[in-house]
């Protein structure tokens, strides 16, 4: 019987080839180019007819170690690591797109995100339709005969609605388009969004991959032939590549990965459920709650529910501020994905420049905070807050 690697072997162990030296730590390969044993060899490479590194803007072996390793976490045949998560989807869609294509996005997506299908991706000729995530007759009722994307992630922030993966995988099948996930709320540990039918996943290796704040970086993967040659080809050419080094630090936070998710976890279950009985609070978005209205789905879809909540404070603006500056351990800083666990007011700052119409219809209020749950003790985290809430 073959014995199939665990995810925390694969994590640990995958992707890193010994070098001459042996080194037992996967090395950092700081060089812009490789060399060739002769011009013949030279010419080869150049062809295509010799696999081999040639510059690092094309392959790079820090960079593949963390390549592989993500792609086996993810179940996917190919990654390409890219210099942020925003270069993942630029660089994605400029590889699967063209004039006169459509996309059917998530309204709940990542700010820049929104700003790369809203401002610059019509200037050639590329529309962008808005759907609400949790809504499957809108995603059906936006696709046209040019749509070519279902864009999603979930669960969504600051709220934490789900979508149904298996359900807009075969909703996008069905009319011929790539289902695209960005997963780096939940990552591979969580949720594996290959495995329920997504033909592409996108990391923002600068959260929860790396887990520790230090770099930027991003990821695609999916198919040989979707990732490892029409991306690949537009991430060598337009230059989107992640440097080595950051490569590394993503590459070894990926050995902790597990390990921190369920951590993570652990800590906003906690949190949630004091928050949920505290006088003060009218609302706690957690879908670990079983007051969560997708609480079913995302037991069946995630392994666990994840470090991101978010809650709705009584007394609007002022007491959610309050709250805010209240705190002396907390980081007010919109990142996320970091073993410190971060505060942010969403209807001042990510979402401050939505128009205060769609504020309330996305569920924006005034009096919402959220929190990405870190790795201090969790009853310190409570105490940070509890002073803020009156406690
Ligand atoms: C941060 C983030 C991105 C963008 O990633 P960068 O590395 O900052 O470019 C995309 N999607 C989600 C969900 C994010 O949180």
């Known amino acids: 019987m073959i014995n199939q690697p665990g995810f925390d072997t694969l994590a640990i162990r995958s992707g890193h080839t010994r070098s001459a030296e042996l080194e037992h730590s996967e090395p950092i390969f700081a060089t812009s180019s490789f060399v060739f044993e002769n011009a013949a060899q030279a010419a080869a490479r150049f062809a295509g007819d010799e696999a081999g590194n040639i510059y690092s803007r094309f ?8 390549e592989q390793r993500l792609a086996a976490l993810e179940g996917g045949e190919c990654c390409v690591a890219t210099a942020s998560g925003m270069a993942a989807i630029t660089s994605l869609c400029l590889a699967l797109l063209e004039a006169g294509d459509h996309i059917v996005s998530s309204r709940s997506i990542f700010g820049s995100t929104t700003t790369l299908f809203e401002k610059y991706l019509p200037r050639f000729g590329i529309q962008t339709a808005f759907v609400d995530l949790t809504r499957i007759e809108q995603w059906q009722a936006a696709i046209q005969p040019n749509t070519r994307i279902l864009f999603v992630e979930t669960p969504s922030n600051p709220l934490t609605e789900l ?6 995988a075969a909703l996008a099948h069905a009319h011929d388009c790539l289902l695209v996930v960005d997963n780096c709320f939940c990552t591979p540990a969580l949720q594996r969004p290959l495995s329920l039918g997504a033909d592409l996943v996108v990391h923002s290796a600068t959260k929860y991959l790396d887990g520790q704040g230090r770099i930027v970086g991003g990821a695609v993967v999916g198919s040989r032939e979707i990732v490892g040659e029409a991306i690949f080809g537009v991430v060598r050419t337009a230059g989107s590549c992640i440097s080595p080094f950051n490569a590394w630090v993503a590459s ?9 998710m369920t951590a993570h976890s652990r800590q906003a279950q906690r949190l949630a459920e004091y928050l949920q009985q505290h006088p003060r ?15 079913a789905l995302a037991r069946r879809q995630q392994a666990d529910f994840g470090g991101v909540l978010s809650f709705v404070v009584e007394g609007g603006r002022e007491a959610a501020w309050g709250l805010i500056d209240a705190t002396r351990m907390l980081s007010i800083t919109a990142n996320l994905g970091d073993v410190k666990s971060t505060i942010t007011h969403p209807a001042s700052t990510t979402h401050g420049r939505v128009s205060d119409t769609l504020k309330a219809e996305a569920g924006i209020v005034e009096g919402l ?4 749950v870190g790795l201090e003790d969790v009853e310190d985290i409570i105490a940070d807050l509890a002073r803020g809430l009156g406690d």
């Open 59 to 66: 392959t790079n072996p820090t960079t593949r170690v963390f």
């Open 252 to 260: 070894k936070g990926l050995e902790t990965l597990n390990l921190r």
């Open 281 to 295: 609070v009218e609302k706690v978005h957690y879908p670990g709650l079983e007051a969560h209205p997708q609480h």
């Open 163 to 168: 979508a149904d993966i298996a359900e807009l």
């Open 369 to 372: 905070v959220r929190i990405a």
